[in-house]
């Protein structure tokens, strides 16, 4: 009987594994899919268990190993968000957009998440956007893209946003919050209005001297500069509160984007 040194059982662990991967290879050109899909399989678990940092290696092999892995990238994308990896987050979700297929809207809301977070709100609008166009009923890409157009100042629109939201969930769990959200943008929209009905107004010469004396008032009292501060507040207040009224953060998609 031949003895077997070190040096020859050390060949045998490294070699013989190595050979057995380069045979399923050449024998089935699928494996390198059957490879991702358990990593993916792995890292999916942890992801449910919301374990997003022990679940990012096994989503990362996973997407590297079959560029198209939909889902994969998906969660990856979301598991970046988590774990404030916004650049990450955003280049995942840009790479397997092109081919989301039937999971277009979901990646482009999630995508939309990401520029959010960044404070890029005109790139957050534009992917709300295509999710809506890919989905017309996705009532959470109509809440964030509300919540996205009250930042930058653009109320007319987001509310008619979150109309469109109330529509679409009429059993919406903050309902009555929301309600009172829009109530106070109609207000601000009227307070906002004012000054250009005034300065057309301010043709007729009486009206204008009407004004000139209410603003006098207004301006010793002011009562009108505090009641707009405090609508405002109110409104980031409500908007904010409305976080938990979209998708769990686990599923496909990553939810209410918070300021």
Known sequence: MRLINKSESLKTLIIKPLGLFFFLFCL???????WAQSS?????ELFMQDKPEEALAFLESAASEDPAHVQAAIYLGI?????????DAIEAYQRILPVGGPETARIAFNLGNAYFAND???????????????DPSYASAYLNRANALVKSGDLP???????AYLSIEGEAPQR?????LMALIREEITALEEPALAELLSTDEEAGKELAEAEE??????????????????????????QSASEDSRGLSVGVMDY
């Open 120 to 134: 890029s709100l005109e790139l957050a609008w534009q992917h709300y956007s295509q999710a809506i166009e890919a």
């Open 176 to 180: 009555e919050e929301m309600e009172m």
């Open 28 to 34: 089935f050109p699928g494996f390198p899919a059957l």
């Open 79 to 87: 598991a970046y968000l988590q774990l404030g990896r916004l650049d």
């Open 217 to 242: 008032l207004a301006e010793a009292e002011e009562p009108a500069e505090s009641e707009m501060d405090r609508r405002q507040r109110l409104i980031l207040e409500v908007t904010r509160s409305l």
């Open 40 to 44: 993916f399989a792995l890292g999916e």
């Open 157 to 163: 629109n987001a509310l008619a946003d979150y109309e």
